[in-house]
C-alpha cells in the first residue's frame, strides 16, 4: 500500500483539491482568520505609522539591502509595528508549510493526475520538459518553498495558499471572475483571439473564456508546475484555455495576432528589464485596435504610497516579493506609452491593484 492511499480523496473546495485531513483545514482556516483580523485589518493604521517614523527618522523608503536594514532599524523598537510585521511573516510560514506538508502526503497521487490531465482536452498543454528558467524567475515567491518553479506541486501550493491569503474573499475565483468582467475590450467590439500572459494556474483565463465562449483563449507562463496545474484546471471544468509555456518576454507568436491581451499581478513579480521587453513582445502580437489590459499594483501616488511605503517595502522584504517596490515606483504608465500604447482610463477597483487598459493605434 502507498503512502497517498492512506488518506481518501477528501474532494475539493470549491475548485481546488481539499487538503489531505480535515485538521489542515481547519488549521488553515485559523490562519486565514488571524491574518483578517491581526493584518488586513490594521493595514492602514500601521502604514500610516510606519510612513511617519521614516520622516522623522529622515530615512528614505527604498528597496535595497540598505534601505531594509534602515527600516528595521527606524523600527525595530516600536513594539506595534515589529509584532504587526512578525505575526504577518509567521502566519504565511505556517500556513505554506501545512499546505505543503498536507498534499504531500498524496503528492504521488496528485502527479499522476497531473500527468493523467495532459491528454484532456477541452484545452490543450504545451511544455518543455527541459526548460531552463532564468534566474529572475528562481525566487521563493511569496516565501512558497521553490517558488513557481521549484516544486512539482507548486500551481496546487499557490491555489489553496492563495485562498488563505485573501482572507476567504476569492472562493470559487470570486475575485477573478469579477476582473474578468470587468476587464476592457476593444473599442470596435472584436474579440476572437486572447491572451493571457504571467497566467499562473489560469484562474483569469478560465474566466476570460466563459465571458467569451467563442473566442480562442491562450495562457502562457514561464512555470511548468503553474500551467500543468492549471490544465487540469481549467479541464476539470470543461473550460477550451490553451496553456503553453512561455516567457512573457519572449512571446512565440506572429505580429498582430491578438485582439486582446491582459496580465494579472505579474508586473510586480518581474524585473523592471523584463518588463519592458515584455511591454515590446505584447505591443508586436497585438493587432491594431486591438487592447491590453493591465490588472496590477496601483503606483505610488504623492502623499499616498501605498505599497511603496514602509509596510509596502516590509512586505516585499517579507513575503519574497523583490521587484514589487521597484514595479510601484517604476512609473508603468510612461512605460507603456513608450512601449507604443495609448493609456484609455485607468481604475482602481480595490484588493491593492488598479487596472490600465491601454489601446494599440489602428
Known sequence: MTLSNLYPDRGKVGRTPALS?????????????????????HWKQMSERGNAMM??????????????????????????????????????EIYK??????????????????????????????YDPNFVYPDYAKVHIHIQPGGYVGHPLAGML????????????????????????????????KVERMLEI???????????????????????????????????????QNIAV???????ETLDFPDSHFDLVFEH????????????????????????????????????????PGYAGLVGLMDAADNGEPYAHAFVTCNVEKRLEDAGFTIRERVKPGVMMGARVCDKAG
Not at 527604498?62 to 505575526?87: M, N, P, Q, W
Not at 489553496?160 to 476582473?179: K, P
Not at 490553451?242 to 512573457?248: D, G, I, K, L, R
Open 158 to 189: 499557490y491555489d489553496y495558499g492563495t485562498s488563505v491569503f485573501y482572507g476567504g474573499e476569492n472562493a470559487e475565483d470570486a475575485l477573478h471572475v469579477r476582473l474578468a468582467q470587468q476587464t476592457a475590450t476593444p473599442l470596435d467590439g
Open 265 to 304: 499581478i505579474l508586473f510586480h513579480e518581474i524585473p523592471i528589464p523584463v518588463l519592458d521587453k515584455t511591454l515590446k513582445e505584447v505591443h508586436r502580437v497585438l493587432r491594431p485596435g486591438g487592447t491590453f489590459v493591465v490588472w496590477d499594483f496601483a503606483s505610488a501616488e504623492p502623499g499616498k
Open 21 to 41: 485531513q480535515r485538521a489542515d483545514e481547519v488549521y488553515a482556516d485559523f490562519m486565514s482568520d488571524t491574518r483578517n483580523q491581526l493584518l488586513h485589518a
Open 55 to 92: 520622516a522623522t527618522a529622515s530615512a528614505k523608503i527604498e528597496h535595497s539591502h540598505a534601505g531594509v536594514a534602515k527600516a528595521r532599524e527606524v523600527i525595530g523598537d516600536d513594539l506595534y509595528l515589529s509584532t504587526f510585521l512578525r505575526v504577518k511573516r509567521s502566519c504565511q
Open 198 to 236: 504571467g497566467c499562473g494556474i489560469g484562474q483569469m483565463a478560465c474566466e476570460m473564456k466563459r465571458r467569451f465562449p467563442d473566442a480562442e483563449m491562450i495562457a502562457t507562463d514561464i512555470s511548468t508546475p503553474m500551467i500543468r496545474y492549471g490544465h487540469w484546471r481549467s479541464a476539470e
Open 97 to 126: 508549510q501545512r499546505i505543503i506538508d498536507s498534499y504531500g502526503l498524496r503528492e504521488a497521487e496528485f502527479l499522476r493526475r497531473l500527468d493523467d490531465a495532459k491528454k484532456r482536452g477541452p484545452g490543450t498543454l504545451t
Open 242 to 248: 490553451h496553456f503553453a509555456q512561455m516567457p512573457s
